[in-house]
């Protein structure tokens, strides 16, 4: 239910960024349009991601495209997609990144040439991102440690979790 909220606030970003780069005096006749790549498209986050866009697109009027690769292995299939939306257009790329240095550069030419860059999840070796939307891995392992220890009233864990996730 956050990453919807966060979406919807990042929609609502990008209406207010890509209404400041209409010239004074015009009349804007098309919608801003706005990429949303991601990972995949087939686990059940991603599909609650792409409910929480097609509202925001929605409530903010916004044209969208929300796609990702086949796998979340495919990292030249998603710079083709970037690629994509640079060639279509795009006011702003909504993007989860696969790796962390293989969309680097599009994303750079996408920023030159006026695009809003939007992180979600996974970070991009970039400077040029308006707004980065994740998770402090290191800040949150620390406050579920500290939580373990406070619910053993200061006693010590020794236990240890493995996290699966499914395919």
């Known amino acids: 239910m956050k990453i919807r909220n966060l979406i919807g606030a990042a929609g609502a970003l990008l ?12 009349v804007q006749t098309q919608k801003p ?3 949303v790549i991601t ?4 686990s059940a986050f991603w599909k609650s991601v792409q409910s929480g866009v097609k509202a925001a697109a929605s409530e903010y009027n916004l044209d969208y495209t929300f796609e990702g690769p086949a796998n979340e292995e495919a990292w030249e299939d998603q710079n083709v997609l970037i690629q994509n939306a640079i060639d279509n257009g795009a006011q ?11 969309p680097a550069e599009l994303i ?14 996974s970070d ?44």
Do not use: M, W
């Open 39 to 42: 990972k995949s498209t087939s």
């Open 108 to 121: 750079d030419q996408a920023a030159d040439q006026g695009v809003h860059i939007i992180i979600i999840d």
């Open 92 to 102: 702003a790329i909504v993007i989860s990144a696969i790796d962390y240095t293989a």
């Open 33 to 35: 349009y706005v990429a």
């Open 15 to 26: 209406f207010l960024l890509a209404g400041c780069s209409i010239p004074s005096g015009s």
């Open 124 to 167: 991009i070796q970039t400077d040029r991102a308006a707004i980065r939307i994740g998770t402090d891995n290191y800040r949150a392992g620390e406050a579920a440690a500290a939580r373990a220890v406070r619910r053993r009233r200061g006693r010590a864990v020794y236990r240890h979790c493995r996290l699966r996730y499914p395919q």
